[in-house]
């Protein structure tokens, strides 16, 4: 079972921006989880209580009550300050809408639980990867006009941009050269070798991953989307929960939802293959039958529905409690 931590910042956006953290992180979660703040959180919304402005102090209140109310357990974090206490937390995921602990989460490679576009919850997966490595790098003599480091990042450069493996994902690019050590030149080869460490930049798709995306083609088979330096595919059983026909107009309609996904369709979706069968082509399999999956258009009209019917779930119960 995963154990999720909700820090300040996530609990106040809560009240904020109007979103409903709990049953958000249910839709974005397809595991079994537990909910925990740290007694830390606890004190920081208190003093936001005490010395606020009017807007933080209703936050905090709303916030403190969301704990109790949904019995969310209370971790004692051993370092004082709350934000050293949650990077040093082994085996959680963190929910948290502060920018600079982010940056510090992501670091460590912690899950990170936000909120995207002021309403959805959201799993940050980490489909971008800084790798160090380590070897020996063969530089042509064409390239000894340059410096040691000019030369070295141009042999990487050459041998490593676009290069696909399974272990590697695509790398995109040299991020940069930490060490060179001294060059061998090997008879009968001409070129200088240097023992090197460098560090890239690479993208490595995940199974289970959700995504953001741009619909970039629709055929009778399914969708091609856009989901950063690769093209995914949606078959046209995933594109939707419901029975999907094709137009010649390149448009995927549900029979009985009558949603239509077209191209340039901004989507959420959950990667559910990634094949290395052909490395110079990867294939990436995804599905959007999922709840909180698709168009985004479609998941803010699930949104305003929902709202709509607690709004008249609420009258219904006051209209009862009247009787």
């Not at 209370?74 to 940056?103: F, M, P, Q």
């Not at 088979?221 to 419901?242: E, L, R, W, Y």
């Not at 990436?284 to 529905?305: C, F, N, P, Y």
Request: proline share 1%; aromatic share 8%; charged share 30%.
């Amino acid at each position: 079972m995963e154990k999720i931590v909700l820090d300040t910042s996530f609990l106040i956006a809560s009240f904020e921006l109007k979103v409903d953290i709990i049953e958000g992180i249910f839709n974005a979660c397809d595991f079994k989880y537990e909910l925990f703040v740290l007694n830390g959180t606890i004190n920081e919304l208190e003093r936001l209580i005490n010395s606020s402005s009017l807007s933080r102090k209703q936050a905090a209140k709303y916030a403190l009550k969301l704990v109790q109310s949904h019995k969310i357990k209370v971790l004692k974090n051993e370092i004082e300050h709350v934000d050293d206490a949650l990077v040093a937390l082994n085996g959680y995921i963190i929910a948290t809408e502060d920018s600079e602990l982010k940056k510090r989460l992501r670091k460590k490679n912690i899950k990170i639980l936000n909120i995207r576009q002021k309403k959805l919850v959201m799993l940050e997966w980490k489909m971008y990867y800084k790798i160090k490595v380590k070897g020996h790098v063969r530089v042509d003599p064409r390239l000894f006009a340059g410096s040691n480091e000019e030369s070295v990042r141009a042999s990487l450069k050459e041998r490593f941009e676009g290069y696909i493996s399974k272990e590697l994902g695509v790398v995109l690019g040299i991020a940069s050269v930490n060490k060179i050590g001294e060059g061998v030149i090997i008879s009968g080869d001409g070129a200088a070798y240097y023992d090197t460490e460098f560090s890239i930049l690479s993208f490595k798709p995940e199974v289970g991953e959700v995504v953001l995306g741009k619909i970039s083609d629709i055929t009778d088979f399914g969708a091609f989307i856009n989901i950063g330096p690769m093209d995914g595919m949606i078959h046209v059983s995933q594109t939707m929960d419901d029975f999907v026909s094709f137009a010649k107009s390149n448009v995927l309609t549900g029979k009985e939802s009558k949603r239509n996904l077209k191209v340039s369709d901004l989507c959420r979706a959950r990667i559910i293959a990634v094949s290395y069968k052909d490395v110079s082509s990867p294939k990436i399999g995804l599905t959007m039958r999922q709840h909180r999956l698709g168009a985004l258009s479609w998941v803010d009209e699930e949104l305003k529905k929902e709202k709509k019917g607690k709004k008249e779930w609420k009258k219904f119960v006051r209209n009862v409690d009247y009787l």
